[in-house]
């Protein structure tokens, strides 16, 4: 049975707790869930999260899942493909989107000065 998100009217979210660092990615990536849960195991679900790479963090190899993923840049700067020692790659900032289906390589991911993305994530239910 696929995992429903829950119903929630417009509320304060908390900006200052609740962040923790997503499996796989390094210190300075924190995320926060804001509704809904992706059960990557039985590839089922869904979540919108926040993402916030602290200033000068990066990842050094590229991901790749087997859900849907729509990313939009909320504020800072978003670095996309750079080298293992955090080198080179495009800048990109804020207002800015991309949506990616399942298997598609992307990143690895720095920013300089900070940034915020909110992120959707989902199964394909129907196939």
């Known amino acids: 049975m696929p995992i429903k998100k829950q119903h929630k009217?417009?509320?304060?979210?908390?900006?200052?707790?609740?962040?923790?660092?997503?499996?796989?990615?390094?210190?300075?990536?924190?995320?926060?869930?804001?509704?809904g849960?992706?059960?990557?195991?039985?590839?089922t679900g869904t979540r919108t999260r926040l993402l916030r790479i602290e200033p000068g963090t990066y990842t050094t190899n590229p991901f790749i899942h087997d859900f849907w993923?729509?990313?939009?840049?909320l504020s800072g700067d978003l670095i996309v493909g750079n080298d293992e020692n955090g080198r080179g790659g495009q800048l990109f900032e804020p207002n800015t989107y991309a949506?990616?289906?399942?298997?598609?390589?992307?990143?690895?991911?720095?920013?300089?000065n900070g940034c915020l993305l909110l992120e959707i994530h989902y199964y394909d239910e129907s196939s």
Not at 24 to 31: H, S
Not at 101 to 111: D, M
């Open 69 to 73: 993923e729509e990313v939009y840049l």
């Open 9 to 35: 009217e417009f509320r304060p979210i908390d900006m200052g707790s609740g962040w923790e660092t997503p499996p796989g990615y390094p210190t300075g990536f924190k995320q926060k869930i804001l509704a």
């Open 99 to 112: 949506c990616r289906p399942p298997g598609v390589w992307h990143g690895p991911f720095k920013s300089e």
């Open 37 to 43: 849960r992706l059960d990557e195991e039985n590839q």
